[in-house]
């Protein structure tokens, strides 16, 4: 589709950004303070709920949008914009999988087909996400571009090779999908062989998520640390030893590539996006297999050369990915359309 050379105000749909933030709100945020054009956001009066929100995307926002180019940066919008560009981070809601409550996923699950099949232009986040998409809906190529994700400068850090308390290091929310359950089983059928090793999770659970239950685990050598702040979360990425990251499903993974850029040998799930991101530069493992995954990191933490290999090579390989060049490819896409 050809885009329309006539100047149309830009409008952004904001209403993710009313939610802590996580991977979604990071893009928007980093997307949005780059683009190189001119925008107008537009986000609810108050923070919505999970029915209330959908409900405000095909009303309010169509009418506040109307005039304009939209794009909905969060994989969701108003089905029926003439001009609406959505970013697809990924397709999970569509899998036959016990990932999202039952109404979230039954809503999603109608709608997002519509999205894709009424957006003027559809972005996302890898070459494996845009393969699915053309692979599961009628749409012609032109119409789905790749714009990388990036990762930001504060993410260069040192390691602090003196760290007392030596631990690896897994970021995510504990929703099924993130593979923490099968993740803490391998760790607990190692961890003996790493005595003072511990495993730190920066994350917490979502509502729209069922609860993962731990019951089953002893928990040992495990550390959670809920709701940690910017400064802290680079201060558990500064010191940690290695970072782990075996979800069963990713559009990009963006905790995986600022590890990298931290300096951190990765282990990462051989599904999906992630080795589309890390190369050859990381672990892969079968999620799937908690003999895999315990495999993975008792190779991460005892051999030393592909433990330095990975760290320096994996900082080099971050230097691709910039928030930079996401916005610019996002500007290129909009003005397009007339933005």
Same mark, same amino acid.
């Given at each position: 589709m050809k885009g329309n050379h006539t100047m149309k105000r830009l409008f952004i749909n904001l209403r993710c950004m009313q939610r802590r933030m996580t991977g979604v709100q990071r893009y928007t945020h980093e997307v949005s303070s780059r683009l190189g054009i001119e925008w107008e956001g537009i986000s609810p009066h108050r923070v919505l709920g999970h029915v209330c929100g959908p409900l405000w995307d095909q009303s309010s926002l169509l009418w506040g949008a109307r005039k304009g180019v939209l794009w909905s940066p969060a994989n969701t919008g108003p089905i029926l914009h003439p001009n609406h560009i959505v970013t697809i981070h990924d397709l999970a809601v569509l899998k036959d999988e016990p990932w999202f409550s039952k109404t979230y996923q039954l809503y999603y699950s109608k709608t997002v087909p519509l999205l894709l099949k009424n957006a003027a232009h559809v972005l996302t986040d890898s070459a494996f996400i845009r393969n699915e998409i053309l692979n599961s809906f009628p749409l012609h190529e032109e119409n789905v571009s790749v714009c990388r994700l990036g990762v930001d400068k504060r993410f260069f850090i040192n390691p602090n090779v003196n760290s007392q308390n030596p631990y690896i290091l897994a970021v995510g929310s504990l929703d099924p999908r993130?593979?923490?359950?099968?993740?803490?089983?391998?760790?607990?059928?190692?961890?003996?062989?790493?005595?003072?090793?511990?495993?730190?999770?920066?994350? @917490?659970?979502?509502?729209?998520? %069922?609860?993962? !239950? +731990?019951? $089953?685990?002893?928990?040992? *050598?495990? &550390?959670?640390?809920? =709701?940690?702040?910017?400064?802290?979360?680079?201060?558990?990425?500064?010191?940690?030893?290695?970072?782990?990251?075996?979800?069963?499903?990713?559009?990009?993974?963006?905790?995986?590539?600022?590890?990298?850029?931290?300096?951190?040998?990765?282990?990462?799930?051989?599904?999906?996006?992630?080795?589309?991101?890390?190369?050859?530069?990381?672990?892969?493992?079968?999620?799937?297999?908690?003999?895999?995954?315990?495999? @993975?990191?008792?190779?991460?933490? %005892?051999?030393? !050369? +592909?433990? $330095?290999?990975?760290?320096? *090579?994996? &900082?080099?390989?971050? =230097?691709?990915?910039?928030?930079?060049?996401?916005?610019?490819s996002v500007t290129r896409i909009l003005q397009k359309f007339g933005a």
């Open positions: 993130k593979n923490f359950l099968r993740l803490f089983h391998a760790w607990e059928s190692v961890c003996n062989r790493f005595p003072g090793f511990e495993l730190h999770v920066v994350g @917490g659970g979502t509502s729209i998520f %069922k609860e993962l !239950d +731990l019951s $089953s685990l002893k928990m040992t *050598q495990i &550390k959670f640390i809920q =709701r940690a702040s910017d400064s802290e979360l680079l201060d558990e990425y500064r010191s940690a030893t290695a970072f782990v990251y075996p979800s069963l499903y990713e559009g990009f993974g963006l905790p995986v590539i600022e590890a990298m850029a931290a300096g951190l040998p990765v282990l990462t799930s051989e599904k999906s996006a992630m080795a589309e991101i890390t190369g050859d530069l990381a672990v892969l493992v079968d999620p799937q297999s908690e003999e895999s995954i315990a495999e @993975g990191i008792v190779n991460l933490l %005892k051999k030393q !050369d +592909l433990h $330095s290999t990975l760290s320096i *090579q994996g &900082k080099e390989r971050a =230097r691709d990915f910039s928030w930079d060049d996401t916005a610019s």
